[in-house]
């Protein structure tokens, strides 16, 4: 450890003894149970000193460490925690209609920027603010553009990327296509991504957009509605929505408070590029539903990614597990059953009942129109996700841990079924994701590729290596 100071400025080195304020805050994960409580955390200036401390921890030390964007995918450690968050860069091309930004900022910071530099511009970004642009590259990343455009780490959106590799040396991914096919969605582990250039999309500033919030008693009536919207081939790419079936601690996951002590709802965000007139006709199926409140209206782009600006309030509050799936389609029946095992958790005890939440995301990803480009071969015929997360207390019992983990890792079969359509996504991996249904035939590609990046096996990524 000592050896870091050398490298480092003081305040870019924290302990829990030296800024317990700040440490709390550096080793906030979405999951909680991610925090191993490491000895420190360190946050280079820079690139050069990044590269210099890559180098020193990788070469010359036996230190367990991992990067840390925001906190929403990042991995555990138990000695060193690298904060990429002073990675803060933003630069737009005019010309090319380009920026190129820190990954380890948040999408908030580049959503405002854009709003100031060029408004009539977006860039392809997470639906979650708060969440690190480095982190959704390497996970494939969605975002509300992702049915008209795909999604973050498509060539089409993210053209290149700056890496700090395990030696300190700097490049950019384009000069190895290997390093850049498998940062597209290939879950990290490859060394450190410090910036990223993206393309630029002209975009209209009156979105519809909004929640609408609906009683539980409207469910029967929702599931058909729904479904009939998930299997039309009609759909518009610019429109997109979510349908949340609610629990009271969940609230922060959208914008609105007037469902505040009203119990168990059904929120819907609705999206569309086209503008409120297109939107209320596409979305009538939900502003129509018996005792609906519609909160919606025209704005930004800048204006829609606040729906979801207080995410934030939720990391590290509860032990969470991912259950996540792409699906072609929600069928009556798949809607009702989903519905009922949500409703039905309190079998399983208040605290997993109290802190898991379900989200069905409706047209929200497409097929890619270069997969040999990506690493994660995208959604293979698919335009919707089944999001679960299955949590539980910060303090619960091991036997209530454990059982909130088989319920994760039994849910996405159980509730949708064994269509081979049907896939995990590269942003939901856990202990018991079968890595080869995500990635498919290019998983022992990326196998040699973390193998040849990392080759003496420090690094942490959702690819984990093995091999002797």
């Not at 946050?43 to 990788?58: C, M, W």
């Not at 690493?375 to 209530?400: F, Q, T, Y």
């Amino acid at each position: 450890m000592e050896g870091l100071y050398s490298l480092l400025p003081a305040p870019a080195i924290v302990t829990q003894e030296s800024d317990p304020a700040a440490y709390k805050v550096l080793t906030s994960f979405w999951a909680a149970q991610l925090n191993l409580s490491p000895k420190a955390i360190v946050s280079p200036p820079d690139v050069k000193t990044l590269a210099k401390t890559i180098q020193y921890l990788y070469s010359h030390t036996e230190l367990d460490f991992a990067f840390r964007g925001r906190g929403y995918s990042s991995l555990p450690t138990k000695d060193v925690l690298v904060s990429l968050h002073n990675l803060d860069e933003f630069t737009y091309d005019p010309d090319k209609q380009t920026i190129t930004v820190g990954a380890g900022q948040s999408w908030m910071t580049v959503y405002e920027a854009l709003e100031r530099l060029a408004p009539n511009y977006t860039v392809v970004g997470a639906r979650t603010p708060s969440v690190s642009v480095g982190g959704t590259v390497v996970t494939a990343g969605f975002s509300w553009l992702s049915g008209k455009f795909g999604c973050i780490s498509d060539p089409q959106n993210m053209i290149d990327c700056e890496v700090v590799k395990y030696d300190g040396s700097v490049v950019w991914a384009s000069t190895e296509p290997a390093l850049l096919w498998a940062i597209r969605g290939g879950g990290g582990g490859y060394g450190a991504i410090t910036k990223i250039i993206f393309q630029l999309h002209p975009i209209s500033r009156s979105i519809y957009y909004g929640t609408v919030i609906a009683p539980m008693s409207a469910l029967t009536e929702v599931t058909h509605r729904i479904s009939e919207f998930s299997t039309s081939t009609t759909v518009d790419p610019g429109v997109s929505a979510f349908m949340f079936i609610q629990r009271e601690k969940f609230r922060a996951m959208h914008e609105s408070n007037e469902s505040k002590g009203d119990g168990d709802v059904l929120v819907f965000q609705l999206f569309d590029l086209n503008g409120e007139t297109h939107g209320r006709q596409a979305f009538s199926w939900a502003l129509e539903l018996p005792g609906a409140k519609d909160f919606t209206r025209e704005g930004s782009m800048l204006d829609v990614i606040k729906i979801q600006d207080r995410v934030s309030d939720l990391i590290g509050t509860s032990r969470q597990n991912w259950a996540t799936i792409i699906v072609p389609e929600f069928s009556v029946s798949q809607i009702q059953h989903s519905a009922q095992w949500f409703k039905d958790l309190g079998t399983h005890g208040n605290s997993i009942a109290q802190n898991t939440y379900m989200i069905y995301e409706l047209f929200c990803t497409k097929d890619s129109p270069t997969p040999a480009q990506l690493s994660w071969p995208g959604p293979r015929g698919c335009k919707h996700m089944l999001v679960i997360g299955l949590g539980c207390d910060l303090n619960a019992a091991d036997e209530v841990i454990q059982r909130a983990q088989e319920l994760a890792q039994s849910a996405p079969s159980y509730l949708m079924g064994d269509d081979p359509r049907i896939t995990p996504t590269p942003n939901a991996i856990e202990e018991w994701s079968d890595l080869s249904k995500i990635y498919g035939d290019n998983y022992k590609d990326l196998l040699k590729l973390r193998l040849k990046y990392d080759p003496k096996r420090r690094f942490k990524g959702s690819i984990k290596i093995t091999q002797s």
